[in-house]
């Protein structure tokens, strides 16, 4: 049986202009990938977004609907645009400029996961390439689209919150030597996907939970952050990466013994960020 190429959940009744998307968290991996892998099933696990559709999905209870993907990133990423394919791994794909999230083995098929170990032994065919982005890319981003394009008919704007999570390991670099590493970083592509009093709103609803929040190093969003994001048309994308130590195992994949406490304090979160898109707060100015 094939997964679902997505999972919406959707408030008993729609009260902000907020989506919220969850693209990295499925774990419902295909058996005849698996059995093609050379991972094991705790590595293939290492890009996920372990657990951030369950830090998130409390956005129905604040009157925002929440987007899953359906299938794993290791087997489809749908942070990356359909022509991203990879010539390293896709038969047939013919190598055309440089795309460093594809060099690197990053494509919409990836071809590596988390410390550069590859995923499979050879070679995959195009036609199960675009298979995969027909199957599950598309419905996905249809998805997407139509509930950013309700939120501008009903409210007359939209703002898109894309949820990640990061290894601890990815912070190691980040600021001053010596300096708090952040909890967690927001993407706007240093402005370009969303105005800055949108970002400065999610800001201060992570800051106020007393998480420390870097901006767009060493994350400024990627595929979903240019596509979506459209400020001078209402249109708002902020990605938000958070540390996954904070609330699960990264060696096991595993949660946390305090992760419901995580949870807790996320949801006061996800209700301030909810509340930026609720008619009281309209007009929200654009930039």
């Not at 990356?80 to 999230?101: C, K, M, T």
């Not at 130590?245 to 305090?258: C, F, H, I, K, T």
């Amino acid at each position: 049986m094939r997964p679902a190429a997505y999972h919406l959940l959707r408030p008993e009744r729609r009260e902000t202009s907020v989506v919220f998307a969850s693209p990295h968290s499925a774990r419902d991996y295909p058996a005849d990938f698996l059995a093609r892998s050379v991972l094991n099933a705790r590595e293939v696990r290492s890009s996920e977004d372990a657990y951030v559709d369950e830090l998130f999905s409390c956005a129905v209870d604040h009157g925002a609907p929440i987007l899953l993907g359906g299938v794993p990133r290791a087997y489809l990423d749908l942070n990356r645009g359909p022509e991203e394919l990879d010539p390293a791994l896709i038969q047939g794909v013919r190598r055309s400029g440089h795309n460093p999230r594809v060099a690197s083995g990053l494509g919409v098929i990836p071809r590596v996961v988390a410390n550069g170990r590859s995923i499979y032994r050879g070679k995959i065919g195009l036609d199960e390439a675009q298979d995969r982005i027909d199957r599950y890319w598309r419905p996905y981003h249809d998805q997407l689209q139509t509930l950013l394009d309700e939120a501008q008919r009903d409210f007359g704007e939209a703002v898109l919150v894309d949820c990640h999570s990061m290894p601890r390991e990815a912070l190691e670099n980040v600021g001053p030597r010596a300096s708090a590493r952040p909890d967690v970083v927001l993407g706007d592509r240093f402005g370009a996907a969303a105005a800055s009093s949108v970002v400065d709103r999610i800001e201060a609803a992570f800051s106020r939970a007393g998480l420390k929040v870097a901006r767009n190093m060493p994350f400024a969003g990627a595929y979903i952050c240019q596509h979506y994001g459209r400020p001078s048309r209402r249109q708002h994308v902020v990605q938000v990466e958070i540390d996954r130590s904070l609330y699960m195992n990264e060696a096991n994949v595993q949660p946390r013994a305090d992760f419901a406490a995580f949870r807790a304090v996320l949801d006061s979160v996800v209700a301030e960020i909810a509340a930026i898109g609720r008619r009281t707060e309209l007009p929200m100015a654009a930039e």
